[in-house]
């Protein structure tokens, strides 16, 4: 049964929504010239869709860190955030994500991150209640000081407004989050309204486990209609767009996995781009659906929708392994190529606890790359190292080193991916994956050593052919080899192993 709200004070509801437009006017944007300003953006490529362009280039967005959130997390790591991004530079990383959560509320007597996540609106010390019409002004500095950081560094951030773990469920333990409970939108933490005024209540978590919407999911007048909270969730996304709106490499997703109601993430989808609209910007846009299986129909929202969501996330197939994981990413891929989008991928599992364990969250990271996909980043550790991924741990690091060399002799941009794996002879399942331009480059991935043959019988001419140690990051000898016949292809050893044959 749905919650009955009563009739509101409407006095109090013209407030909010005047407290709301105090705070969410002021956009601006660093330049009027609006050519030169889409020029540089993140946005698809001109020349294939199915990828980046930044400063009007081509990029293959590689990443990871340890925390979503990192802005929440100045003191990550042994040496702080700067630092921290410095890490991913050097090993030729340039993606993130960014939660805008702020429940990591980690034992600051914790060696794990010892943080304490601000949330974004002011608490008053006494009370220990949060003004919903006032900010935390130290929570938006630490978010600015990140997009700065990461714009300087030509870092690409993939924003996630709404995150349901921020509204859910408690977790206990060293790596705590108190959720709903200590969420300034609920009612009982806030002076702005009660449970008996709103559609929300003080026990939200309680009420929807993984299958229904929160509370806080259906506000919008489509669904249940909260005029008393929404203006403080639009004065939220304002406040972030008035920041994000004046850079160039943000890209925006509206819920990390979500499992609220096509009707929600259409509603924000629209307001971004209203508010784009408004600061005379263009913006990239797209939805995260909770299912992992990319045939289910939730993820049709998306993919169905190139007019709301100018690319798609399919970063829950990553918690599919081996050859499925590769099928279901070709299906998604498929279905998104009329019109043609980019397809990422903003979390990589391979850990302990989800994923399949680290070495096939490395194989996910490699068949990401041949199979066509815009972006590939490594998921955090979580609460203990490992368990979740791998981060920006060394592993992470050596693994997006290679992919850059793997980028300088292979042009990821051109080719596609053998989908069906036709061109290999004698492969066994999920032994090796493939991605070529005809007659030119073929590059095979063996996610464990092994061997399969590359059939090129129809491709005369002469090749060079190149092995890369992808654990050390560095090309074996050349051999040259020639086309017209299948060509037999051995793993110079155990692990994962890149091998590259180029046209003479």
């Known amino acids: 049964m749905e919650k009955q709200v009563p009739v509101k004070n409407h006095f109090k509801i013209l407030a909010q929504v005047l407290i709301a437009g105090v705070l969410i006017s002021g956009f601006s944007c660093q330049t009027n010239d609006y050519e030169e300003r889409d020029a540089r953006r993140i946005k698809p490529w001109s020349e294939d869709p199915r990828y980046w362009q930044y400063k009007g280039e081509p990029i293959l967005l590689l990443g990871g860190s ?28 340039n993606y993130l994500r960014n939660t805008m959560s702020s429940r990591d509320r980690i034992d600051p007597d914790s060696d794990l991150y010892n943080d304490i996540n ?7 010390e006494e009370s220990g209640l ?45 790596y705590s989050a108190e959720a709903w409970s200590g969420h300034p939108f609920n009612p009982g933490n806030n002076i702005n309204y009660t449970a008996d005024e709103t559609i929300l209540d003080e026990e939200e978590f309680n009420h929807h486990e993984y299958t229904r919407d929160y509370y806080i999911f259906r ?49 924000w989808a629209n307001h971004l781009s209203d508010r784009a609209r408004e600061a005379n910007v263009n913006i990239e846009v797209t939805e995260m659906w ?29 918690l599919r392994d081996e050859q499925v994981h590769w099928d279901n990413m070709q299906i998604a891929r498929q279905i998104v190529a009329d019109p043609p989008r980019p397809v990422n991928n903003n979390k990589i599992y391979g850990g302990a606890a989800l994923g399949g364990g680290v070495p096939e ?8 790359i041949l199979g066509g996909i815009a972006s590939s980043r490594f998921h ?45 002879v004698d492969r066994e399942i999920n032994e090796a994956y493939l991605a070529y331009t005809p007659g030119e480059q073929y590059a095979v991935y063996f996610t464990d050593g092994g061997n399969a043959g590359l059939d090129l019988r129809d491709v005369p001419g002469d090749f060079v052919m190149k092995w890369l140690d992808i654990a050390g990051s560095q090309w074996l000898d050349e051999q040259e080899v020639s086309g017209g016949d299948v060509i037999d292809l051995r793993a110079p050893g155990e692990g994962h192993w890149m091998v590259v044959l180029t046209s003479r």
């Not at 601000?118 to 008053?124: N, T």
């Not at 992992?292 to 169905?304: C, E, I, S, V």
């Not at 920006?392 to 292979?410: D, G, K, T």
């Open 380 to 424: 955090r550790p979580g609460p203990r190292p490992g368990y979740f991924s791998i981060g920006l741990s060394e592993p992470a690091r050596q693994q997006i080193r290679s992919a850059r060399v793997f980028q300088e002799a292979f042009d990821v941009f051109r080719a596609e991916p053998d989908v069906y794996s036709d061109l290999l």
């Open 219 to 267: 506000t919008i007048p489509e669904l249940d209609n909260d005029p008393l909270v929404l203006p403080f969730q639009q004065a939220f996304v304002d406040r972030m767009l008035s920041v994000t709106f004046d850079y160039d490499h943000i890209l925006y997703c509206i819920s990390n996995e979500s499992t609220a109601s096509e009707e929600w993430a259409r509603y």
């Open 290 to 318: 909770d299912a992992w299986d990319l045939t289910d129909p939730m993820h049709l929202r998306t993919f169905d929708h190139p007019d709301l969501y100018s690319f798609v996330d399919v970063s829950q197939n990553n």
């Open 66 to 93: 340890d925390q979503d959130n990192l802005f929440n997390h100045p003191n990550i790591g042994p040496d702080g955030l700067e630092a921290h991004l410095d890490l991913l530079t050097s090993a030729g990383g």
């Open 118 to 124: 601000l949330y974004p609106f002011y608490r008053d």
């Open 361 to 368: 969250g490395l194989n996910k990271f490699w068949r990401n």
């Open 130 to 174: 949060y003004d919903l019409g006032r900010w935390d002004e130290d929570y938006w500095e630490l978010f600015g000081n990140f997009i700065e950081m990461t714009a300087q560094r030509d870092i690409i951030v993939q924003i996630e407004i709404w995150d349901r773990w921020d509204y859910g469920r408690v977790w206990g333990g060293a």
